[in-house]
């Protein structure tokens, strides 16, 4: 015979709540290696005899536009005006796990990303148009959010002046020199990204829909109140 005390904890696992993640607003803080000449720190060749701070800032991105879909990568790029008086010209590509893709281009204005919020330090040099050439932000996620990949340049000038990445950091010479030599500062260190929730993921609890009882509840319901009187009876 089924106990009333288990007839409630069925019920009550049938009549759960639940919820749906829906985005949250995310801060990524970069801090780069020291810089020093040719990634090597008792070289002197291009007058630093001391190590440099390494590139630092933050990027802070809204991926509520992916609602509950885990963001895989996205890129940034912003390239110089078409014409001398007209906007900067950006383009963006986000994609989630299971292949959605976000992407747009011409954009006047950074803050038209659906998915950018703001950024700060010198990050910047890489998502802000250059007056020749095309700078730009790369960064792959894993399925928790923490960022595993990452390529950032900034090609102002016609050749690449400073960019970070997973095998190190460099303030210039990637085109012609392999990225870090004794003309420029660079470390063969890669910086660290740390993950910040601004925002957590807002849950919305779901209304459950009544459970009718089944009808072989009702009769067993029935049948012992019939036998609890035929027992008074009895007595």
Do not use: H
Not at 18 to 39: E, F, K, M, R
Not at 86 to 106: H, V
């Amino acid at each position: 015979m089924i106990s009333a005390r288990k007839l409630l904890l069925t019920l009550a696992c049938v009549t759960g709540m639940a919820g749906a993640s829906q985005g949250a607003v995310i801060q990524y803080d970069y801090q780069g290696a020291p810089l020093t000449c040719g990634g090597n720190p008792e070289s002197s060749d291009c007058n630093q005899s001391t190590p440099q701070p390494g590139f630092f800032g933050q990027i802070v991105i809204d991926t509520a536009v992916f609602g509950s879909k885990e963001l895989a990568s996205f890129s940034i790029s912003a390239d110089e005006p078409r014409r001398p008086t007209g906007p900067a010209f950006y383009a963006y590509r986000a994609t989630s796990f299971d292949g959605t893709r976000i992407e747009g281009a011409d954009l006047g204005a950074i803050e038209d990303i659906p998915f950018f919020v703001s950024f700060s330090g010198s990050i910047g040099l890489f998502l802000q148009p250059g007056a020749v050439g095309e700078n730009s932000l790369v960064l792959g996620f894993d399925r928790s959010g923490e960022v595993t990949d990452w390529l950032g340049g900034d090609t102002d000038g016609g050749s690449t002046d400073a960019y970070i990445s997973t095998e190190g950091d460099s303030t210039g010479g990637f085109g012609s020199t392999g990225g870090c030599d004794e003309r420029n500062l660079c470390t063969f260190v890669p910086g660290t990204w740390t993950r910040t929730v601004l925002e957590a993921d807002p849950v919305v609890p779901s209304v459950p829909a009544p459970v009718p009882l089944p009808a072989g509840v009702l009769l067993l319901g029935g049948a012992l109140a019939a036998l609890g009187a035929r027992r008074c009876r009895r007595t």
